[in-house]
């Protein structure tokens, strides 16, 4: 069987032994050595002066909202993972679509403006599987029209932009370390931002709110994770070079034999070090991605359709129209992509694709 993903899994005896310290010290959870020492890690390895760790993707977003003050009109995009919509409405947020890109599948920046309104708040946007957005133009609109900036980077661990990790970018951003992600730490997530205010009030959030045992600076929610999440993150990063590198040969295999004029993929800018978090593809039509995706699953190769349908179309937002993202939404496949893959298993994928297109 060919999953589209599976988690990284490291030797099992480096994390035993960082499991060992964990019951010397008898401390599992509530800001530990290992969560301290990964915090301070990824630091390095980012070259970011700022971050939090929390306890997954989603309770970043809805953090970062929370210490952002944003409570009513958001834009966003509607080609990302469903929780880049549920936090804003779990939120008390309303979220409101902007169509995306059709060669990158990003919120499409010159379509923002029309959509603002008195009551907006906020622009949210997903760097779409580990591509950044037109963050430039983003930025341009929000000090133009006074809207903080959030970005879900949950797909974007390893992606630079202009040399420097594109986590530095927005207001906040936001990431997902969950087991599906390129590094992971089981469950988990990230906070960043380089506005001292703006992190100290998501850090007291993180934590249900203490100032003190017995004081509060107002209302929290725990956004903790724990010394076992952190101990997988901490083994992970020692392999985040080679896991890096085997999704980029992996992806050039793809490349190679995929260069066709009926299989579209997203635009990269050139001035993006892209990290291969994805391997997308978007058929001519709807009809040939499902006969691609019948074709492999026979063979027990299984792809998934990210991201279908489009949250626009969820049943508890405002309907909208995003004919763009619809359309995307109907053709795309990301195939397998995982550290063990192997060149013969892509070399059968794709001749199995091949063989689809020209039938
Ligand atoms: C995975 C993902 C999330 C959620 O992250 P969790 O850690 O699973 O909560 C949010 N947004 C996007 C785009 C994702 O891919």
């Not at 169509?99 to 029309?114: R, Y």
């Not at 951003?173 to 998501?202: I, N, P, Q, R």
């Not at 600076?217 to 724990?226: A, E, P, T, Y």
């Amino acid at each position: 069987m060919i999953p589209v993903t599976r988690p990284f899994s490291p030797p099992f005896k480096e994390y035993q032994e960082l499991l060992e310290g964990i019951w010397q010290r008898n401390w599992f959870t509530n800001n530990g050595p290992l969560v301290n020492d990964l915090e301070l890690k990824l630091k390095r390895y980012l070259r970011m002066k700022h971050l939090l760790y929390v306890g997954n993707g989603t309770i970043a977003i809805q953090i970062a909202l929370k210490a952002l003050d944003i409570s009513k009109e958001v834009i966003t995009t509607p080609f990302s993972y469903v929780a880049t919509t549920s936090s804003l409405v779990w939120e008390g947020c309303t979220p409101v679509f902007v169509d995306i890109d059709p060669d990158t599948f990003n919120i499409d920046p010159t379509k923002i403006e029309a959509a603002i309104t008195d009551n907006t708040q906020a622009i949210l946007a997903t760097h779409c599987f580990g591509n950044p957005c037109d963050v430039e133009a983003i930025k341009a609109i929000a000090d133009k029209h006074g809207l903080k900036v959030i970005y879900d980077a949950a797909h974007c661990f390893g992606t630079k932009y202009k040399g420097e990790t594109i986590f530095k970018w927005g207001d906040v951003s936001t990431t997902s370390f969950h087991a599906t992600k390129l590094y992971h730490t089981v469950e988990g997530g990230a906070l960043f931002t380089e506005d001292a205010e703006v992190l100290k009030s998501m850090a007291w959030r993180r934590n249900f709110g203490h100032k003190g045992p017995e004081d509060f600076h107002g209302v929290g929610i725990n956004g903790k994770n724990s010394e076992f999440h952190a101990a997988m993150g901490v083994v992970n990063l020692n392999y985040i070079d080679q896991i890096l590198e085997s999704r980029k040969k992996q992806s050039g295999f793809y490349d190679d034999m995929l260069m066709k004029p009926q299989i579209q993929k997203p635009k990269i800018a050139s001035d993006v070090e892209f990290n291969h978090a994805y391997y997308p593809v978007v058929f001519e039509n709807h009809e040939t991605m499902l006969r691609v995706k019948k074709n492999l699953e026979g063979k027990e190769i299984f792809p998934r359709r990210y991201f279908h349908p489009s949250l626009s179309s969820l049943n508890y937002v405002d309907k909208s129209s995003t004919p763009v993202a619809d359309d995307i939404a109907s053709r795309i496949l990301c195939l397998p992509l995982y550290f063990e893959l192997s060149e013969v298993e892509i070399d059968m994928i794709c001749r199995r694709i091949l063989r689809v297109l020209n039938n």
